[in-house]
């Protein structure tokens, strides 16, 4: 029998837990080893959504292009720099480039000259001299284009496999999607020498237990640095609308595997980095700090500007639309402490596992 065909039985247990006693077991193994291989840090990555225009057509997003109920925008080169500044000037160590998904040149060179001016501006001003870490989430690209974005100095990428089973998969994308495409983009992002992290939806319309347990060994088996997991939440303007109303487990039941998600996920992974994800807060106006007391270890404060965040809606309920990038620092402040945790204001916070996969 292989490692995993043992582990997997054990992984479906874990994500199973329900009762008072299963929960507070997971909690207290997945917290000793997050104390113990990452520590009591929370790292922020200030989250820049700077376009909401999207080649693609994923069945559960809100920005799919076939929504034609969203106002499509792309904040200029200036309005993301403004905001990549206020994040190094608070603390941020970090920030994400997040936007649907486009793959002409226009937006690559966009995007090639902004992470350089990014880097640039912040590297003057930084005694170390590594400036503002930089992960970007902008989707499949070529090879070539995420070796341009890496010499341009974005250091880590974000692409979730949002499901590992492939049948799931094609049944969630468009034909055009290929689940091939996607892995190969992780392994490609790997061999350019990003920091790389992924993740999936839990809960998706016709996820199993064994899914999900599936999908973190092959967390595993990819090898990646860091996780963004949340729960899949309903958009009224997608055609995976009618299924998810049909499977909804409920508020409860769907936080509840989420939370089990990331614990699970912390005890096989050990000493990667787990984000606590925006769609947590969806769920509960705590989903985020209960995901931190369940093994994650980062948290991405959104610095949108105020006028673009009701435009940029993958699900609904997306919680702080109508706050500021100030606003949610000292959210993120007092949700930190009221936990005994402590934010690890102007570090990287690179992923561990990272070091260790390149023998640094
Ligand atoms: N619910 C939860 N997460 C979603 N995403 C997209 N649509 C939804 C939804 N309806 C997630 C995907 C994507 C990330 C940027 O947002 O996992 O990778």
Redesign the pocket.
């Known amino acids: 029998m292989s490692q995993s065909e043992n582990i997997r039985p054990e992984l479906v247990q874990k994500l199973k837990s329900q009762s008072n006693k299963e929960v507070a077991k997971l909690c207290s193994e997945a917290e000793n080893i997050r104390k113990k291989f990452v520590g009591d840090k929370v790292y922020l990555r200030g989250i820049i959504e700077f376009s909401n225009l999207c080649e693609k057509d994923?069945f559960?997003?809100?920005i799919r292009r076939s929504n034609r109920n969203v106002e499509r925008f792309r904040m200029s080169e200036k309005e993301i720099l403004d905001c990549a500044k206020w994040a190094f000037k608070n603390g941020y160590g970090s920030v994400v480039l997040?936007s649907g998904e486009i793959a002409n040149k226009e937006f690559v060179d966009f995007l090639v000259k902004l992470v350089e001016q990014i880097k640039k501006e912040t590297k003057t001003a930084d005694a170390k001299k590594k400036g503002l870490g930089i992960t970007l989430?902008v989707g499949e690209q070529k090879k070539n284009v995420y070796q341009e974005l890496f010499d341009a100095g974005a250091h880590r990428y974000l692409l979730?496999i949002?499901t590992s089973n492939p049948k799931l998969y094609e049944k969630i994308h468009p034909k055009e999607c290929s689940f091939e495409n996607r892995v190969k983009c992780l392994e490609n992002l790997k061999e350019i020498g990003y920091q790389v992290g992924t993740?999936v939806?839990i809960g998706i319309p016709g996820q199993s237990v064994e899914d999900l347990a599936d999908d973190i060994l092959f967390f595993k088996k990819i090898d990646a640095d860091m996780f963004g997991m949340?729960?899949?939440?309903?958009?009224e303007n997608?055609p995976m609308r009618k299924y998810a109303k049909k499977w909804n487990a409920g508020k409860n039941g769907q936080l509840r595997l989420a939370l089990n998600m990331v614990a699970a996920t912390r005890i096989f992974l050990k000493d990667v980095n787990i984000a606590a994800t925006t769609?947590f807060d969806a769920l509960s106006p705590l989903g985020r700090d209960l995901a931190l007391k369940h093994g994650a270890n980062i948290m991405m404060p959104v610095i949108t500007p105020k006028k673009y965040r009701g435009k940029y809606l993958?699900?609904e309920g997306k919680p702080c639309i109508d706050e500021d990038a100030i606003k949610c620092k000292d959210c993120h402040i007092r949700r930190v402490k009221r936990i005994g945790r402590e934010i690890g204001f102007g570090k990287w916070g690179d992923s561990l596992h990272y070091f260790k996969r390149v023998g640094i």
């Open positions: 994923c559960y997003c809100g997040q989430c979730r949002e993740g939806m949340g729960p899949y939440i309903i958009h997608t769609a993958l699900y």
